[in-house]
């Protein structure tokens, strides 16, 4: 059996693990730069907050309604989300994490019920942190019981298909558009075929909706139907690219700004590509603008000298292209830097006349990543990028790094 564990509005809950005072009120949490709406918690929901909308236009309404109001804590998040994986792990004989507040697992046991709630109980005691847990024969199934144990309150927070009779009564009531893996265009097409619900998709034949879709609708029928077909992704698959890229906090118009924010940005993509021990020789960066209601944007593909993950020589690449793409008198918006056909140190393909990243290079990179993994992020890092810029993205309303920064650890007064 397969269980999905899904963190019930996990930014917002976050947020009220070290904060008492927000615990049964309601919460909001910020995107990037404070723009848009991203996790109510159920008490915001139930006032009519709305989600995935600019915050100024909501402002008025978020604050009229006494909502607690957060920028996004990524740092927080992450370490939280850590947190509940490694805890996890002793509960399933296999587990793939598919996203910062999600995972499957692979179980086997007597009582799936039991182990279902003991899960949840244990992430409740251990981190804070509600969730819900779906289990099912199949992974596609498991989504649906998830989705089910959160709307279902007599479930209680976990929900098992374990019969065929148990998963056809949930798929009666489970809309096309709901299934993993179904989209909006999708949906259509199946509607225009008489097949409105889940179940319905279910009964159809797989083969006939597979010359006329693809293979992927069929696995996901045959998942309906309680055939595995998709497993446990231990391993995932390495990138083919990587790109960062941030909208500023203002209007950027200095050219060394950009260049700062561009180094900044090929840091963090080097360090997920070193992390998969991945190489690259082609880059991509651009620089992307509105005004007077008029799209500015222009970009340029870099050809690096050799393989390589040296952030020095990427984002020095990444400066000289954002110099012949920059015209002044524009103010900027968002600028990023893109890595692109990624491969890895095992299929490096060596070359007589063609050079190669040193090995004091490599070293240095690997002494890098291992001070900045031991002492927080940024501890190294490249002085071009410079200090404190003011252009970097805004918080007004972040919480404190409660597990991230010493200076923010809480601190109890008898």
């Given at each position: 059996?397969?269980?999905?564990?899904?963190?019930?509005?996990?930014?917002?809950?976050?947020?009220?693990?070290?904060?008492?005072?927000v615990r049964g009120k309601p919460?909001?949490?910020?995107?990037?730069?404070?723009?848009?709406?991203?996790?109510?918690?159920?008490?915001?929901?139930?006032?009519?907050?709305?989600?995935?909308?600019?915050?100024?236009?909501?402002?008025?309404?978020?604050?009229?309604?006494?909502?607690?109001?957060?920028?996004?804590?990524?740092?927080?998040?992450?370490?939280?989300s850590a947190r509940i994986m490694?805890?996890?792990?002793?509960?399933?004989?296999?587990?793939?994490?598919?996203?910062?507040?999600?995972?499957?697992?692979?179980?086997?046991?007597?009582?799936?019920?039991?182990?279902?709630?003991?899960?949840?109980?244990?992430?409740?005691?251990?981190?804070?942190?509600?969730?819900?847990?779906?289990?099912?024969?199949?992974?596609?199934?498991?989504?649906?019981?998830?989705?089910?144990?959160?709307?279902?309150?007599?479930?209680?927070?976990?929900?098992?298909?374990?019969?065929?009779?148990?998963?056809?009564?949930?798929?009666?009531?489970?809309?096309?558009?709901?299934?993993?893996?179904?989209?909006?265009?999708?949906?259509?097409?199946?509607?225009?075929?008489?097949?409105?619900?889940?179940?319905?998709?279910?009964?159809?034949?797989?083969?006939?909706?597979?010359?006329?879709?693809?293979?992927?609708?069929?696995?996901?029928?045959?998942?309906?139907?309680?055939?595995?077909?998709?497993?446990?992704?231990?391993?995932?698959?390495?990138?083919?690219?990587?790109?960062?890229?941030?909208?500023?906090?203002?209007?950027?118009?200095?050219?060394?700004?950009?260049?700062?924010?561009?180094?900044?940005?090929?840091?963090?993509?080097?360090?997920?590509?070193?992390?998969?021990?991945?190489?690259?020789?082609?880059?991509?960066?651009?620089?992307?603008?509105?005004?007077?209601?008029?799209?500015?944007?222009?970009?340029?593909?870099?050809?690096?000298?050799?393989?390589?993950?040296?952030?020095?020589?990427?984002?020095?690449?990444?400066?000289?292209?954002?110099?012949?793409?920059?015209?002044?008198?524009?103010?900027?918006?968002?600028?990023?830097?893109?890595?692109?056909?990624?491969?890895?140190?095992?299929?490096?393909?060596?070359?007589?006349?063609?050079?190669?990243?040193?090995?004091?290079?490599?070293?240095?990179?690997?002494?890098?990543?291992?001070?900045?993994?031991?002492?927080?992020?940024?501890?190294?890092?490249?002085?071009?990028?410079?200090?404190?810029?003011?252009?970097?993205?805004?918080?007004?309303?972040?919480?404190?790094?409660?597990?991230?920064?010493?200076?923010?650890?809480?601190?109890?007064?008898?």
């Amino acid at each position: 059996m397969f269980a999905l564990v899904d963190c019930n509005t996990f930014y917002a809950s976050c947020e009220a693990i070290f904060n008492p005072a927000v615990r049964g009120k309601p919460v909001v949490v910020l995107s990037n730069n404070d723009g848009c709406i991203i996790s109510r918690n159920k008490e915001a929901k139930a006032l009519g907050i709305p989600g995935m909308l600019p915050f100024f236009q909501v402002r008025k309404q978020v604050e009229d309604a006494g909502c607690h109001i957060f920028s996004s804590n990524y740092e927080l998040y992450g370490d939280i989300s850590a947190r509940i994986m490694r805890l996890m792990e002793p509960y399933a004989t296999e587990m793939e994490v598919y996203s910062i507040d999600e995972a499957f697992l692979r179980m086997h046991c007597k009582d799936f019920h039991e182990h279902g709630h003991a899960i949840k109980d244990m992430l409740w005691q251990q981190v804070r942190m509600p969730v819900c847990v779906g289990i099912a024969p199949t992974k596609t199934l498991s989504k649906l019981a998830n989705h089910a144990a959160k709307k279902i309150p007599r479930l209680n927070g976990v929900c098992v298909l374990d019969t065929k009779e148990k998963w056809e009564w949930l798929l009666a009531r489970i809309p096309l558009d709901s299934v993993w893996g179904i989209g909006g265009r999708i949906k259509k097409r199946l509607n225009a075929m008489g097949i409105y619900n889940a179940l319905q998709l279910a009964q159809s034949d797989p083969k006939w909706l597979r010359r006329r879709f693809s293979v992927v609708l069929e696995k996901t029928i045959r998942e309906l139907n309680g055939e595995p077909c998709m497993d446990l992704e231990l391993e995932p698959e390495p990138k083919k690219e990587i790109i960062c890229s941030r909208s500023f906090s203002y209007k950027v118009t200095e050219l060394h700004e950009l260049q700062q924010a561009a180094s900044l940005y090929a840091a963090r993509a080097c360090e997920k590509m070193r992390k998969q021990n991945g190489l690259t020789a082609n880059l991509w960066v651009y620089l992307e603008s509105f005004q007077h209601q008029q799209r500015f944007y222009r970009h340029r593909f870099v050809k690096l000298p050799c393989l390589t993950n040296d952030t020095r020589l990427i984002a020095q690449a990444g400066a000289e292209a954002l110099a012949e793409i920059y015209r002044p008198g524009i103010r900027y918006k968002k600028c990023g830097i893109g890595l692109l056909d990624l491969c890895t140190r095992k299929y490096e393909q060596l070359d007589f006349y063609t050079p190669q990243q040193s090995e004091k290079s490599r070293t240095l990179m690997q002494t890098v990543d291992r001070v900045n993994e031991r002492y927080g992020r940024h501890t190294v890092q490249l002085a071009n990028t410079g200090v404190q810029p003011k252009w970097i993205m805004s918080r007004n309303f972040k919480s404190p790094g409660y597990t991230t920064c010493w200076a923010d650890i809480p601190v109890v007064h008898c």
